[in-house]
């Protein structure tokens, strides 16, 4: 889950999703055809020690104005394979975010489970929103500047299904793969089903007609066949995810499906660049449940909590949440080259961390949203973004930066993990 992402100029969010398959630490590198063991604790893991970084940051943006904070993670937090990590940020404006999210953590004696929480509180006083300006109105939203209240708080139980690189234990399956990536998940890659209760609010001032609260369960059957979540050169990522709030008195009832699909392929190195890499993302979502019940109580979730395009994501080159429905879909493509000059470690700032590579990048997406689930509205007048940027491995994590275009605006991001 990328914690962390600022935009500019227009706006600055925290994520509220991850893939499951993100890697937090390494682990040592397991092969997929190793023999499996009938315990988890048979195989030896490598000695470990906690380890804490942390760096200060100051910027500018619409939502924040001038904006100072800092982020610190601490890995190997009580287990080789779990982390903490921190954020908070406060602003000119009176602006305030705070993140906080416990990662990976395995109870002794269940084996194939991890489990994590994630909480993250927030308020904008000049926050950039795209919302209906009144109950029930149908088309386009409006920009609207405005105080916003955010929340969310989730809770993450992971099962490790014990085949392919998940038969050696739930944390070798961390790890980087080793060996040939094949397509079958009986014998390659790390299946997982992830459970994710999850709480979720947001009020906005002069906007107290629309939905604020979202609870429910989220459901999520990933395959992970990339041979490394960080920096990927071969394989993919497969995941399908059903999320359903179930209802209360005061709110509807709703359940949205996702799906989508990555594939990763190297291309040969030469003098300039040790690794060349074509990246690919399809995505597709849609809510069953938007046409059920009477005109003025359907079952739609909140604009907040339902399908979305826009972000540091999905379609970069808008803000966050820009268009909202039914449905979407998305096309990606991402050209990672791996230079061979590296001098980042000489650097001021840079030498106070391990930096042990970074990445350029150009990217391209075309996607569109719907009230319609179907091919021909989905395909519609489809939005294209497209930009470049940089991606470095900082203590072990992803940080990327990027400028992305559209022909309605452009953002700059920074933020951590790669998009897919």
Same mark, same amino acid.
């Given at each position: 889950?990328?914690?962390?992402?600022?935009?500019?100029?227009?706006?600055?969010?925290?994520?509220?999703?991850?893939?499951?398959?993100?890697?937090?630490?390494?682990?040592?590198?397991?092969?997929?055809?190793?023999?499996?063991?009938?315990?988890?604790?048979?195989?030896?893991?490598?000695?470990?020690?906690?380890?804490?970084?942390?760096?200060?940051?100051?910027?500018?943006?619409? +939502?924040?104005?001038?904006?100072?904070? !800092?982020?610190?993670? &601490? #890995?190997?937090?009580?287990?080789? $394979? %779990?982390?903490? =990590?921190?954020?908070?940020?406060?602003?000119?404006?009176?602006?305030?975010?705070?993140?906080?999210?416990?990662?990976?953590?395995?109870?002794?004696?269940?084996?194939?489970?991890?489990?994590?929480?994630?909480?993250?509180?927030?308020?904008?006083?000049?926050?950039?929103?795209?919302?209906?300006?009144?109950?029930?109105?149908?088309?386009?939203?409006?920009?609207?500047?405005?105080?916003?209240?955010?929340?969310?708080?989730?809770?993450?139980?992971?099962?490790?299904?014990?085949?392919?690189?998940?038969?050696?234990?739930?944390?070798?399956?961390?790890?980087?793969?080793?060996?040939?990536? +094949?397509?079958?998940?009986?014998?390659? !890659?790390?299946?997982? &089903? #992830?459970?994710?209760?999850?709480? $979720? %609010?947001?009020? =906005?001032?002069?906007?107290?007609?629309?939905?604020?609260?979202?609870?429910?369960?989220?459901?999520?059957?990933?395959?992970?066949?990339?041979?490394?979540?960080?920096?990927?050169?071969?394989?993919?990522?497969?995941?399908?995810?059903?999320?359903?709030?179930?209802?209360?008195?005061?709110?509807?009832?709703?359940?949205?499906?996702?799906?989508?699909q990555s594939a990763f392929v190297s291309i040969d190195s030469n003098e300039w660049f040790g690794q060349q890499i074509l990246a690919f993302n399809f995505y597709l979502a849609d809510t069953p449940t938007w046409t059920s019940g009477s005109e003025d109580?359907?079952?739609?979730?909140?604009?907040?909590?339902?399908?979305?395009?826009?972000?540091?994501?999905?379609?970069?080159?808008?803000? %966050?949440?820009?268009?909202?429905?039914?449905?979407?879909?998305?096309?990606?493509?991402?050209?990672?080259?791996?230079?061979?000059?590296?001098?980042?470690?000489?650097?001021?700032?840079?030498?106070?961390?391990?930096?042990?590579?970074?990445?350029?990048?150009?990217?391209?997406?075309?996607?569109?949203?719907?009230?319609?689930?179907?091919?021909?509205?989905?395909?519609?007048?489809?939005?294209?973004?497209?930009?470049?940027?940089?991606?470095?491995?900082?203590?072990?994590?992803?940080?990327?930066?990027?400028?992305?275009?559209?022909?309605?605006?452009?953002?700059?991001?920074?933020?951590?993990?790669?998009?897919?």
């Amino acid at each position: 889950m990328s914690p962390l992402a600022f935009a500019a100029p227009t706006s600055t969010e925290i994520t509220k999703e991850q893939r499951s398959g993100e890697e937090t630490v390494i682990i040592e590198s397991v092969s997929p055809k190793a023999t499996a063991k009938s315990k988890q604790g048979d195989d030896k893991l490598p000695d470990y020690q906690a380890e804490f970084a942390a760096v200060p940051f100051a910027f500018s943006s619409e +939502s924040l104005s001038t904006a100072f904070g !800092g982020a610190g993670v &601490l #890995k190997h937090a009580g287990q080789i $394979q %779990s982390s903490i =990590l921190g954020i908070g940020v406060y602003s000119t404006n009176n602006s305030w975010v705070s993140y906080l999210r416990f990662n990976d953590y395995q109870i002794p004696s269940i084996d194939q489970w991890l489990f994590s929480i994630e909480t993250y509180q927030a308020r904008f006083q000049e926050g950039v929103y795209y919302v209906p300006q009144q109950a029930g109105a149908l088309g386009e939203n409006e920009r609207t500047i405005t105080l916003g209240d955010e929340s969310y708080t989730k809770f993450h139980a992971r099962y490790i299904l014990p085949i392919g690189r998940g038969s050696q234990g739930t944390v070798r399956s961390l790890g980087r793969a080793r060996g040939d990536i +094949s397509w079958n998940p009986l014998e390659s !890659g790390v299946t997982s &089903l #992830k459970f994710s209760p999850f709480s $979720q %609010s947001r009020e =906005l001032e002069g906007f107290e007609f629309l939905p604020e609260e979202a609870k429910g369960l989220a459901l999520e059957l990933d395959w992970d066949n990339r041979d490394n979540g960080k920096n990927s050169s071969q394989g993919g990522q497969t995941s399908f995810k059903v999320t359903r709030d179930f209802g209360s008195g005061s709110r509807n009832s709703w359940t949205t499906w996702e799906f989508e699909q990555s594939a990763f392929v190297s291309i040969d190195s030469n003098e300039w660049f040790g690794q060349q890499i074509l990246a690919f993302n399809f995505y597709l979502a849609d809510t069953p449940t938007w046409t059920s019940g009477s005109e003025d109580d359907l079952h739609q979730p909140p604009s907040f909590a339902g399908i979305s395009l826009g972000g540091f994501e999905r379609l970069r080159g808008y803000t %966050s949440k820009r268009y909202t429905g039914r449905s979407a879909v998305l096309y990606s493509a991402e050209y990672r080259v791996q230079p061979r000059w590296q001098p980042l470690q000489e650097w001021p700032v840079f030498n106070l961390y391990d930096v042990p590579w970074w990445q350029w990048v150009a990217f391209a997406e075309a996607g569109q949203v719907s009230d319609d689930f179907n091919a021909s509205a989905l395909h519609e007048d489809l939005k294209w973004s497209a930009g470049f940027g940089a991606r470095f491995e900082v203590e072990s994590i992803v940080v990327r930066a990027e400028l992305a275009f559209s022909a309605e605006s452009n953002q700059f991001w920074i933020m951590v993990n790669q998009p897919f």
